[in-house]
């Protein structure tokens, strides 16, 4: 699907807040993409679908859950903020006719992470947390790291967002942890 298509198809099921969110995205992960040497189209798109399944009501994510048949561990379950990335993956593939296995791993890797994570899962975690109507504490440092060094941009995010979820008591999924220590090792040793 062309991407002209994919956001008159997002209109329809995005909210206002929620598109211009997503269009933000796609708009900083096309500029990564083109820093860091990666396809500009293929970020465009994972940026403007990673949250296309964020403004379904819990009934519809459950009735997708059971009729794409999506697996969900333990964690997974009891964090259900973290099923858009898993249902928006399957919805990018069903519903946006997109084939392309990096594309919708990104998708699925925009709130946790990925223990291994591809240059577009960190273009697209990163764009998804620094667009500009983003403002969470510090993301002006995050922003300036995005420019000089992707790993450490991510790590950064990945820092912010374990400790956010230590003060409040929060589950952490495991997949998060092994995020950061892949990316922690290749910032330290590389
Ligand atoms: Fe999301
Ligand atoms: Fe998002």
């Known amino acids: 699907m062309d991407?002209?298509?994919i956001k008159l198809k997002l209109e329809k099921i995005l909210g206002k807040e929620r598109l211009e969110h997503s269009i933000n995205t796609s708009k900083v992960a096309r500029k990564l993409a083109i820093k860091y040497d990666y396809d500009a189209d293929k970020a465009e798109i994972a940026g403007l679908l990673h949250d296309c399944a964020?403004?379904?009501?819990?009934k519809t994510l459950e009735k997708m859950i059971l009729e794409y048949k999506i697996e969900l561990d333990e964690i997974i379950q009891k964090i259900p903020k973290l099923l858009h990335p898993l249902v928006g993956a399957v919805m990018a593939k069903k519903e946006f006719n997109i084939?392309?296995?990096v594309i919708l791993k990104a998708i699925k890797a925009h709130s946790t992470g990925a223990a291994q994570?591809?240059?577009?899962?960190k273009i697209i975690y990163l764009s998804d947390k620094i667009e500009p109507l983003?403002?969470?504490?510090g993301v002006e440092e995050v922003r300036k790291m995005a420019e000089i060094d992707?790993?450490?941009?991510?790590l950064m995010v990945l820092n912010k967002?374990?400790?956010?979820?230590?003060?409040?008591s929060l589950l952490i999924?495991?997949?998060?942890?092994?995020?950061?220590?892949?990316?922690?090792?290749?910032v330290v040793f590389i």
Request: aromatic share 2%; proline share 4%.
């Open 3 to 5: 991407i002209d298509l």
């Open 54 to 58: 964020k403004d379904l009501d819990c």
């Open 99 to 101: 084939q392309d296995p």
């Open 117 to 121: 994570m591809s240059l577009l899962d």
């Open 134 to 137: 983003r403002n969470m504490n």
């Open 150 to 154: 992707l790993d450490r941009a991510v």
């Open 161 to 168: 967002g374990l400790l956010y979820l230590i003060s409040k």
């Open 173 to 186: 999924h495991p997949i998060s942890i092994e995020a950061r220590n892949n990316i922690l090792s290749r």
